[in-house]
């Protein structure tokens, strides 16, 4: 994690820093991304790196978990009036969006799906506390309309739920033979029929999974 030193950066200089990392993991595996090109890109010496982060590794978890964050953009917005099966729908919109809104982030993420990569994304996802508690509400407001059964614990719901939807991406890639690299570097990469098929499969046998039997 940053050094307080990095908190208290002046929020210029602390996006300076995150931006130039940022293009740098973008466009570079991480073997192969530089702390050099890295500090020379955010105007600061190699020192000063050293005091914001304990290594690359550290620097590049702290944007890779962010980005994530980013990514689904949902835990500071209220759990919306809808039916589990459009939250989900939701999440998987929202992933692909960001593709559009960030594209050098959605390149970092990507590229964090290599081999080289010392960070398991979904894992990142999966131990976000913060997420798991919104889809925990959406379940229980689920349960609450009666749309969801409530024998159901919610907290182990969302739980499952944000596991499922955390590997979907590595499931696609390893099943369609996409690479980190074509994912990082052709927005099309994922634009395949196939690849919404599974995405749509994914989210009706979740929805299902929890559906309340109609008498």
Known sequence: MPTPTFANLPEDKRARVLNAMKHEFATCSYTRASVDRMTAAAGISKGSFYQ??????????????????????????PVPEASLEQVLTGLVRGSHGFQARDPLGWSVLARAFAPDSPLDPAALTQDDTDLIRWVERAVRRGQDDGELRADVDP???????VHVMAGLPDHVMRR?????????????????????????????????ALAREEL
Do not use: C
């Open 52 to 77: 914001y982060f304990e290594d690359k590794r550290d620097a590049y978890a702290h944007l890779v978990g962010g980005l994530m964050r980013d990514r689904l953009a949902l835990v500071d917005t």
């Open 176 to 208: 369609f033979g996409v690479t980190a690299e074509q994912a990082a570097t052709d927005g099309s990469a994922f634009d395949r029929p196939e690849i919404a098929a599974v995405a749509a499969d994914t989210v009706t046998l979740l929805t299902a």
């Open 155 to 161: 907290a182990t719901a969302a739980w499952v739920l």
